[in-house]
């Protein structure tokens, strides 16, 4: 099978995007993770397919599937670059879209300044629809990962996220706590682990480890997650600008069902074709 693709990214965190609006695109885990591989494939965090509305009142479908070939429910850079994507090539004149994921409807749009905007949708605290185990819902939840006891708070955000909070985020145990986490019994469909260090209270510094990715250059639905889990808490303000290792995203909430605003870029890097 002949693949027309085209490479993008959102603050480094990069992407195969995949075209199936005119027919199907059946791949299997074997070959999405070729695909991803860096080596033998393209080489991406995610790849996007971009299919036809399957409800009434959105625009697209997308489906995601990790480097490892699971599908998941939602990618925030993904859906900037989705956004980017449909506009570049004349499938949508209309600055702001509705588009059908796993996880819900998201509602990106276009800005004049080129940036992305997208309506990620409110937060979910309550365990059993993250999922999470837990018997009742709370601020912050304690783990056990490794050996140790760790603080984490627990939201989704169309995708499920642990947040902590630490003091500097260069010294982040991302790479050996960070998979212990995914895979920790207490999240059933696994977890994005987040690492949060709080500069002040309109600015933060993230690294995220994505279920079924590693470490990416940047997370935005775990963005997204660690603005509101400092929200909730008291420690920033409504509009927080997150630093990754990637570049800034501009993450506002005004809390309680309020939906999550997250503000960034979205760059297409090359187009090409690849025997799968």
Known sequence: MLLRFTK??????????LDALARPINLTQDQLRLLADRHF???C???LLIEPP???????????????????EQCGNGARCFVRYVHDRGLTDRAEIRV???GGVIVPRLEPDGRVTVNMGAPEFEPARIPFDAPRREPAYALDVGGRRIEVAVLGMGNPHA???IADVERAPVATEGPL????????RRVNAGYMEIVDRRRIRLRVHERGAGETLACGTGACA????????????NTVTVTTRGGELGISWAGAAAPVMMTGPAVAVFEGEIEI
């Open 8 to 17: 993008m990214q959102g603050l480094g965190n990069d992407f195969v995007v």
């Open 41 to 43: 494939g393209v080489g």
């Open 45 to 47: 965090d995610q790849v």
């Open 54 to 72: 399957r409800e009434a009142g959105t625009d697209f479908y997308y489906r995601i599937f990790n480097a490892d070939g699971g599908e998941v």
């Open 100 to 102: 059908g994921t796993l």
């Open 163 to 165: 947040v902590q909070i």
């Open 181 to 188: 986490i995914e895979f920790h019994p207490r999240f059933p």
């Open 226 to 237: 660690a603005v509101v889990a400092g929200i909730a808490r008291g420690l920033l303000e």
